[in-house]
C-alpha cells in the first residue's frame, strides 16, 4: 500500500506551551488508523491541523486529508434541518440537484440504522443516531479519507460499544481510508488496523501497534486475542509513562 498522507516532525505550541513534539507517521490507502492518546495530549489539535483547519510551528504534512470527511466529538448537525437535509449538504454545496441527492442519501440509510428517520430533526434522535447522521454526511460527501475525532465518547458504554462494532462493519464495506483519534483502548482494538500511541503533552510517538484480529475476534472484548492487543498497547502506553 502507498502513504495516503505523511507527516513528519510536526511540532506545535499555543504561546509558551507545547503541544505537540516532532509528531511523525504515515497513514497508507485503505487503512484504518487509531491516534491513542491520554485527554488533552493534544490529539484534536493533531487533527484539525492535518485537516487545514489551524497551522503549526515546524514540520511538515503530505497529503489530501484537508478535503476529508470530518466527524468531530458532537456532529454538529443543523438543528433545523432534518436527517436528509444535513446528510446531504456536501453534495448541495458541490451542485448536485435535489432528486440526485436525495437518491443517494436515501440508498444509504439504512445500512447507517437511520430508515424511518428521514424527516426527524436532531433533538428527535439520540446521542447515538446523531453521530450516525454525522458519520452519514461525511461519507455521503464521497472523500477518500474519513476523519474522526472521538466520535462515541460521550456515549454511554453499551451504545459505545455497539457503535464500534457497526463501524468496524461499515468500514469493512466501505473500503475507504479512516484516521481517527481516541483515549479509549477497546476502541482502537475493535477500529483500527494499526494504532499509533502518543505521550501526554507536548504529545510525541511512544510507538505503534498492528492490530491483526478478524471482524468476529475484535467484536468479542472478553477474549483472550482481544485482551492480548488491549495489554499490548496498555504496556506501551507505560513505558512512555515512565521514559
Not at 27 to 38: H, M, T, Y
Not at 90 to 115: H, M, N, Y
Not at 152 to 166: E, K, M, N, P, V
Amino acid at each position: 500500500m502507498r502513504p495516503l498522507l505523511e507527516v513528519d516532525r510536526l511540532s506545535k505550541s499555543y504561546g509558551d506551551l507545547p503541544v505537540l513534539r516532532d509528531v511523525a507517521f504515515h497513514v497508507d490507502e485503505g487503512e484504518s488508523l487509531a491516534i491513542l492518546g491520554p485527554s488533552g495530549c493534544g490529539k484534536s489539535t493533531l487533527l484539525r491541523i492535518l485537516l487545514g483547519l489551524e497551522g503549526y510551528d515546524a514540520g511538515e504534512v503530505r497529503g489530501p486529508v484537508d478535503r476529508a470527511g470530518y466527524l468531530p466529538q458532537d456532529a454538529l448537525l443543523f438543528p433545523w434541518k432534518t436527517v436528509v437535509q444535513n446528510a446531504e449538504l456536501p453534495l448541495q454545496i458541490r451542485g448536485v440537484d435535489r432528486k440526485r441527492r436525495r437518491e443517494e442519501v436515501a440508498s444509504r440509510l439504512p445500512s447507517f440504522g437511520l430508515a424511518g428517520f428521514e424527516d426527524a430533526y436532531p433533538h428527535e434522535l439520540s446521542g447515538g443516531m446523531r453521530q450516525r447522521a454525522g458519520l452519514l454526511r461525511a461519507v455521503v460527501s464521497g472523500a477518500a479519507v474519513l476523519v474522526l475525532d472521538e466520535p462515541f465518547g460521550a456515549l454511554d458504554t453499551l451504545t459505545r460499544h455497539r457503535l464500534q462494532d457497526w463501524l468496524s462493519g461499515l468500514m469493512s464495506e466501505l473500503h475507504r481510508t479512516m484516521l481517527f483519534v481516541t483515549h479509549d483502548l477497546e476502541e482502537a482494538v475493535v477500529l483500527a488496523d494499526r494504532v499509533l500511541v502518543l505521550s501526554g503533552r507536548p504529545a510525541g510517538v511512544i510507538g505503534e501497534r498492528g492490530i491483526s484480529l478478524s471482524r468476529e475476534e475484535r467484536s468479542d472484548r472478553l477474549s483472550p486475542l482481544f485482551y492480548r492487543e488491549k495489554d499490548g498497547l496498555l504496556s506501551m502506553i507505560r513505558k512512555g509513562d515512565e521514559r
